[in-house]
T-cell receptor, first 115, second 110 residues
């Protein structure tokens, strides 16, 4: 298996532009997590899905952020409009929902820079 | 609200030393505790997972312990090597998500 796949790996954009980050889950996994990592705040959970259903989006900073799972293997995280304070590394991770003995498998991350 | 703390924040040791990284959590009602490694510019890689009913797990030179009653876990690294240099994060699991600590940045120098 190729593992969790994220694209793009790096994104540089200007303030006010729309940004879309993409994530492909490991085949067979049914739980998907989006995280944001910064030096100041560490690793923060933004939102997670079980079986394509958003379970908890309390970590989403504000309405400018939205996430979707159009199918069981793919997710997008959209920021519109982007702001400089959104600059961070965004990770997605997948696992089997309901199996507490399983860990989460992380993608390589997308480094976002908003100028 | 569960809070996870790791100390020290950074550690620099010579090669060959045995070392201990610490993790504490405020709510003992956890499903499991996990230790991850993160290399610069990379994602997180799972090292060890301890179920709430277990006391420790071992993998090679790594040993992780869990004391739920005191809200503590330790990661012991034996005979450290420069290749162990990375950030180590612990995370506690509730029903279906992980709460991460802020990490310990480890540097092992030759």
């Amino acid at each position: 298996d190729a593992g969790v796949i994220q694209s793009p790996r790096h994104e540089v954009t200007e303030m006010g532009q729309e940004v879309t980050l993409r994530c492909k889950l490991i085949s067979g996994h049914n739980s998907l997590f989006w995280y944001r990592q910064t030096m100041m705040r560490g690793l923060e959970l933004l939102i997670y899905f079980n079986n394509n259903v958003p379970i908890d989006d309390s970590g989403m900073p504000e309405d400018r952020f939205s996430a979707k799972m159009p199918n069981a293997s793919f997710s997008t995280l959209k920021i519109q409009p982007s702001e400089p304070r959104d600059s961070a590394v965004y990770f997605c991770a997948s696992t089997y929902f309901g199996r507490v003995e399983d860990t989460q498998y992380f993608g390589p991350g997308t480094r976002l820079t908003v100028l | 609200k569960q809070e996870v703390t790791q100390i020290p924040a950074a550690l620099s040791v010579p090669e060959g030393e045995n070392l201990v990284l610490n993790c504490s959590f405020t709510d003992s009602a956890i499903y499991n505790l996990q230790w991850f490694r993160q290399d610069p510019g990379k994602g997180l890689t799972s090292l060890l997972l301890i179920q709430s009913s277990q006391r420790e797990q071992t993998s090679g030179r790594l040993n992780a312990s869990l004391d739920k009653s005191s809200g503590r876990s330790t990661l012991y690294i034996a005979a450290s090597q420069p290749g162990d240099s990375a950030t180590y994060l612990c995370a506690v699991a509730d029903a279906d998500k992980l709460i991460f600590g802020t990490g310990t940045r480890l540097q092992v120098f030759p």
